[in-house]
C-alpha cells in the first residue's frame, strides 16, 4: 500500500520515481496509478520535472546590472510629487496684546504682527483703512535673507477672499473686512498657514 | 505548471508578486513611497532576468536590448493599474517583453528591405508560449533555491546541475550527511521546493 489516505501518491515518491530509485514493485504500483489517470498525481509528476529540468537549465542570466539600476529608479520618477510639509504658523508677537507706544513702529492706525514657521518669520502690518484692513508682510529666513516667492490665499472659513503674489518675500493685500480669517502661504519650497487672524477690535 | 496553490496552506512567500504589485500601487496613489519604491525594485531584482531572456531569445541584444528591457519596464509601469491578476505579474511582465521586441524587430525587416531591397521575409512574431513558460519555470526554480535553505540547495544543485552528477558517496561527504539519507532528504527537498512555488500536495 503506496497510497495515502486520500488515495493520491506522496509527493516524495513521486520524486523517487523520477529519478528511478524505487523498488520494483513499489515502483509498477506507482505507474499504475498515473497510468490510470489520477490528475492530481500527474500534475505532481509534471512538476518534479519542471523543477528539476529548471535545475537543470540553470539561472537566467541577470541583464547588466546599471540597466536594473535605471529600471528601478524608473518607479520613483513616475511618483506624484510629494506635497511639501506645511507649517501652522505660531503668534510670537501681536502689538494689539502688547500696545506698548515705544513699540509702535508705523502710524496709529497700524497693527504689527510676527509669527514664526519652520525657519522662517512672517513680520505683518495690519493698516485700517475706513471699515477695511490692508495687509503687507515680509516674510524671512531667520538665519537671514528673504525667503522666495509664492503666493498668499486670505480666506474666511474655506472662501478664499483675496489672493495675492509674495514676491521674494513680500507680499500686500488690501481692502479686507474686518472680522476673522486665516492665511495660508507658499513661499518657495515652503508652505504655511496661519489659522487664525483677527482684523479690527 | 497548471497547479493552484491549494487552500489553507502556509504562505510559501510572504511577499509574493500580488503584494509586490499592490505596494507599488498604493505608492502611486499617494501612499508609502518607500514601501512601492521597494517593492518595485523587488520586482525588478525578480523578473528581470526572464524578461531580459524574453528580448534575447526574439533575437535582439546589445543596446537595443537595453532599449527594449526598459521600454518593457516602463510599459508595464504604466500599465500596473489595469493588471487584472497581480499574481500574474511575471507572464505578463514577459508578454510585454516579447512584443516590445518583435516590435523592434520589425523595425528591423523594414529597414533590411529598405536598404537591401531583400524579399520581405515572414517572421514568426506568434508569442513564444512554450519558451517564455520554460523561462519562467527557470526564474521560478532559482528564485524557490534560493530560499529552500543552503543544504537542500547544494544537494539539489549538485544532483541535477552538476555534469556528470557526483557519485552519493562523494556528495555524502561533501555535504557531510549519512549515503543513506541524500535519496530521502533530495525528495523532501523537491517538496519543499514545490511548495515554495506554489505547489503542496
Same mark, same amino acid.
Given at each position: 500500500?503506496?497510497?495515502?489516505?486520500?488515495?493520491?501518491?506522496?509527493?516524495?515518491?513521486?520524486?523517487?520515481?523520477?529519478?528511478? $530509485?524505487?523498488?520494483?514493485?513499489?515502483?509498477?504500483? !506507482?505507474?499504475?496509478?498515473?497510468?490510470?489517470?489520477?490528475?492530481?498525481?500527474?500534475? &505532481?509528476?509534471?512538476?518534479?520535472?519542471?523543477?528539476? !529540468?529548471?535545475?537543470?537549465?540553470?539561472?537566467?542570466? !541577470?541583464?547588466?546590472?546599471?540597466? &536594473?539600476?535605471?529600471? @528601478?529608479?524608473?518607479?520613483? *520618477?513616475?511618483?506624484?510629487?510629494?506635497?511639501?510639509?506645511?507649517?501652522? !504658523?505660531?503668534?510670537?508677537?501681536?502689538?494689539?496684546?502688547?500696545?506698548?507706544?515705544?513699540?509702535?513702529?508705523?502710524?496709529?492706525?497700524?497693527?504689527?504682527?510676527?509669527?514664526?514657521? *519652520?525657519?522662517?518669520?512672517?513680520?505683518?502690518?495690519? $493698516?485700517?483703512?475706513?471699515?477695511?484692513?490692508?495687509?503687507?508682510?515680509?516674510?524671512?529666513?531667520?538665519?537671514?535673507?528673504?525667503?522666495?516667492?509664492?503666493?498668499?490665499?486670505?480666506?474666511? *472659513?474655506?472662501?478664499?477672499?483675496?489672493? $495675492?503674489?509674495?514676491?521674494?518675500?513680500?507680499?500686500?493685500?488690501?481692502?479686507?473686512?474686518?472680522?476673522?480669517?486665516?492665511?495660508?502661504?507658499?513661499? *518657495?519650497?515652503?508652505?504655511?498657514?496661519?489659522?487664525?487672524?483677527?482684523?479690527? @477690535? | 505548471?497548471?497547479?493552484?496553490?491549494?487552500?489553507?496552506?502556509?504562505?510559501?512567500?510572504?511577499?509574493?508578486?500580488?503584494?509586490?504589485?499592490?505596494?507599488?500601487?498604493?505608492?502611486?496613489?499617494?501612499?508609502? +513611497?518607500?514601501?512601492?519604491?521597494?517593492?518595485?525594485?523587488?520586482?525588478?531584482?525578480?523578473?528581470?532576468?526572464?524578461?531580459?531572456?524574453?528580448?534575447?531569445? #526574439?533575437?535582439?541584444?546589445?543596446?537595443?536590448?537595453?532599449?527594449?528591457?526598459?521600454? #518593457?519596464?516602463?510599459?508595464?509601469?504604466? %500599465? /500596473?493599474?489595469? /493588471?487584472?491578476?497581480? %499574481?500574474?505579474?511575471?507572464?505578463?511582465?514577459? +508578454?510585454? #517583453?516579447?512584443?516590445?521586441?518583435?516590435?523592434?524587430?520589425?523595425?528591423?525587416?523594414?529597414?533590411?528591405?529598405?536598404?537591401?531591397?531583400?524579399?520581405?521575409?515572414?517572421?514568426?512574431?506568434?508569442?513564444?508560449?512554450?519558451?517564455?513558460?520554460?523561462?519562467?519555470? +527557470? %526564474?521560478?526554480?532559482?528564485?524557490?533555491? =534560493?530560499?529552500?535553505? #543552503?543544504?537542500?540547495? =547544494?544537494?539539489? +544543485?549538485?544532483?541535477?546541475?552538476?555534469?556528470?552528477?557526483?557519485?552519493?558517496?562523494?556528495?555524502?561527504?561533501? /555535504?557531510?550527511?549519512?549515503?543513506? %539519507?541524500?535519496?530521502?532528504?533530495?525528495?523532501?527537498? /523537491?517538496?519543499?521546493?514545490?511548495?515554495?512555488?506554489?505547489?503542496?500536495?
Amino acid at each position: 500500500m503506496i497510497h495515502r489516505r486520500d488515495g493520491h501518491l506522496p509527493f516524495r515518491l513521486l520524486a523517487d520515481r523520477r529519478d528511478g $530509485t524505487l523498488p520494483a514493485d513499489v515502483a509498477a504500483e !506507482a505507474d499504475r496509478h498515473l497510468a490510470e489517470g489520477c490528475a492530481q498525481c500527474r500534475a &505532481d509528476m509534471e512538476a518534479i520535472g519542471e523543477i528539476v !529540468a529548471g535545475i537543470r537549465e540553470g539561472s537566467l542570466p !541577470a541583464p547588466p546590472r546599471d540597466l &536594473d539600476r535605471r529600471v @528601478a529608479a524608473m518607479f520613483a *520618477g513616475s511618483l506624484p510629487p510629494e506635497d511639501p510639509e506645511v507649517f501652522v !504658523a505660531s503668534l510670537v508677537f501681536d502689538q494689539a496684546m502688547h500696545f506698548s507706544p515705544a513699540l509702535r513702529a508705523g502710524g496709529a492706525d497700524e497693527r504689527r504682527v510676527l509669527f514664526a514657521f *519652520g525657519e522662517h518669520e512672517l513680520d505683518l502690518a495690519v $493698516t485700517r483703512a475706513g471699515m477695511r484692513y490692508d495687509l503687507a508682510g515680509e516674510i524671512a529666513r531667520r538665519a537671514g535673507g528673504r525667503a522666495g516667492s509664492g503666493e498668499l490665499s486670505v480666506l474666511r *472659513g474655506r472662501r478664499v477672499i483675496a489672493r $495675492t503674489a509674495v514676491r521674494d518675500g513680500s507680499f500686500a493685500c488690501g481692502r479686507l473686512p474686518a472680522g476673522r480669517v486665516a492665511l495660508e502661504g507658499e513661499c *518657495g519650497a515652503v508652505r504655511f498657514r496661519i489659522p487664525l487672524l483677527v482684523l479690527g @477690535a | 505548471m497548471t497547479r493552484d496553490p491549494r487552500a489553507g496552506e502556509p504562505d510559501a512567500n510572504p511577499t509574493d508578486d500580488a503584494t509586490l504589485v499592490l505596494r507599488c500601487l498604493d505608492a502611486a496613489r499617494g501612499g508609502d +513611497r518607500v514601501g512601492g519604491e521597494g517593492a518595485w525594485s523587488e520586482l525588478v531584482r525578480r523578473h528581470g532576468p526572464l524578461a531580459w531572456a524574453v528580448i534575447r531569445r #526574439a533575437g535582439v541584444d546589445g543596446a537595443d536590448a537595453a532599449d527594449v528591457y526598459q521600454t #518593457a519596464w516602463l510599459a508595464a509601469l504604466q %500599465s /500596473l493599474p489595469r /493588471l487584472r491578476d497581480p %499574481s500574474r505579474f511575471a507572464p505578463w511582465l514577459a +508578454r510585454t #517583453a516579447h512584443l516590445q521586441a518583435v516590435r523592434l524587430r520589425r523595425t528591423y525587416g523594414i529597414t533590411r528591405r529598405v536598404l537591401s531591397r531583400v524579399d520581405a521575409r515572414e517572421e514568426d512574431d506568434r508569442a513564444p508560449d512554450e519558451d517564455i513558460e520554460r523561462f519562467e519555470t +527557470r %526564474s521560478a526554480v532559482a528564485a524557490a533555491l =534560493s530560499r529552500v535553505g #543552503a543544504r537542500c540547495e =547544494s544537494l539539489l +544543485r549538485a544532483l541535477y546541475y552538476e555534469d556528470p552528477p557526483p557519485a552519493y558517496a562523494d556528495l555524502a561527504r561533501r /555535504l557531510g550527511m549519512p549515503v543513506g %539519507s541524500i535519496g530521502p532528504t533530495r525528495a523532501r527537498c /523537491l517538496e519543499k521546493l514545490d511548495k515554495l512555488m506554489g505547489g503542496g500536495s
